[in-house]
């Protein structure tokens, strides 16, 4: 994604809360049983990723968990002008993600009170990502987070594939594209299968 696109995604990203990745395989994954990936502390700024987690729950929605190398707050997402930070669960539900932009972004970005919203967009061809529907989110620890969704507002796929990502617009960041991390790093992503059902 270019520059320009991915400042276009985060003010998208921002307004609705106030490219090529190769498969990582499960050895021996069950349907529904989480998902982890670590990354190492490899990043500049306050939202460096060393693991994402997703698995379904017991409702059978999604649930992810995202965890920072350090402690961080809203904060750490927000700027003074411009397009705020944000963290991002990317889902490829239809595509082939070694070729396009994930079908669906989760993301969290801070709103004007202050606080953390999280909101599931849903990619178009001709426009920025549309919000779709609301992400509940939990900070278990300061390092955490956990963002539940339904999995009907990513098209309830049999299988998916996912990574997350930070993007950190603070002094320390180079502007305009700032600090950004992935996880798993590079051009990878992890397979998952959601419990059968939902």
């Known amino acids: 994604m270019s520059g320009h696109g991915r400042r276009a995604v985060a003010m998208a990203v921002a307004a609705a809360c106030a490219a090529g990745v190769a498969a990582v395989p499960v050895a021996g994954?069950?349907?529904?049983e989480p998902v982890s990936v670590r990354d190492g502390e490899d990043a500049r700024g306050p939202l460096d990723l060393v693991a994402v987690e997703l698995a379904s729950t017991t409702g059978n929605d999604l649930?992810?968990?995202?965890?920072?190398?350090e402690p961080w707050g809203e904060p750490a997402l927000r700027v003074r002008r411009g397009a705020p930070g944000s963290i991002c669960l990317r889902l490829w539900?239809?595509?082939?993600?070694?070729?396009?932009?994930?079908?669906?972004l989760v993301c969290v970005a801070p709103t004007s009170d202050r606080r953390l919203s999280g909101r599931v967009l849903r990619d178009r061809a001709n426009g920025l990502p549309r919000a779709v529907a609301a992400a509940r989110l939990s900070r278990p620890?300061?390092?955490?987070?956990?963002?539940r969704f339904a999995r009907s507002a990513v098209g309830r796929p049999v299988s998916l594939?996912?990574?997350a990502e930070t993007v950190t617009r603070r002094s320390r960041c180079p502007r305009p594209l700032g600090c950004r991390d992935l996880a798993p790093e590079g051009r990878r992503a992890a397979s998952f299968s959601p419990r059968p059902g939902g």
């Open 161 to 163: 594939r996912f990574a």
């Open 141 to 147: 620890d300061p390092r955490r987070i956990v963002l």
């Open 63 to 69: 649930r992810a968990t995202l965890t920072m190398a």
């Open 29 to 32: 994954q069950v349907a529904g």
């Open 93 to 104: 539900t239809r595509r082939p993600p070694e070729l396009q932009a994930p079908d669906h």
